[in-house]
């Protein structure tokens, strides 16, 4: 009887010390998980914010487009300012992506909620009196070169939490 009551302590002692085994590998599986959902949380927010950035940009630019409508048009609600040519930017005529540009050099105009946008005049495509033609600005449509005229729109915008920002770039035609 004696060994019996022996064995039976022996194992109580294996017992717990498994129990808890089981309990530490449990609770670093839970600490895992909970980790991964917070990343992933942070992840959905951050483009749920880049995305918001962005509207708000496109929006700054549709905005843009109907105040150069407006300005072209001689109405009111302009754009309050001409907007500068090629050379007066800083742009090249060959380069629309705006590589060499000096951002906060631009005339930036606010669009509310945080965005702002600018133009510029690509109009002026006469070199040594013939007619230049880019890829941000074409040679000529039906009407040949004085066909209409050409600008070059950008907007940015942030996010909400301010860590998305959005930047976009449009070439606006309007004819003559």
Known sequence: MKRLSLSIQRQRGVA????LMFLL????????????????????GN???SNVAFQRAEGALRLAEERLIRHIEGGMGGLGY?????????????????????????DWVSAGDGAEFFV?????YM?????????????SESGG???????????RASGPTGTSDALVQSIFYWPN
């Open 120 to 124: 510029i005049d690509l109009s002026d």
């Open 127 to 139: 070199v040594g009196g013939l007619p230049y033609g880019s890829s941000c600005r074409p040679l």
């Open 25 to 44: 590998v449990l609770t670093l599986l839970g600490l895992s998980a909970s980790q991964g959902s917070i990343m992933q949380e942070r992840m959905a």
């Open 82 to 106: 001409m907007p500068p040519t090629w050379e007066a930017s800083g742009m090249t005529r060959n380069d629309c992506t705006m590589s060499g540009f000096e951002w906060d050099d631009a």
């Open 145 to 155: 070169a004085t066909a209409g005229e050409y600008f070059l729109l950008a907007a």
């Open 47 to 49: 483009v749920a914010d």
């Open 16 to 19: 717990l010390f498994v129990g």
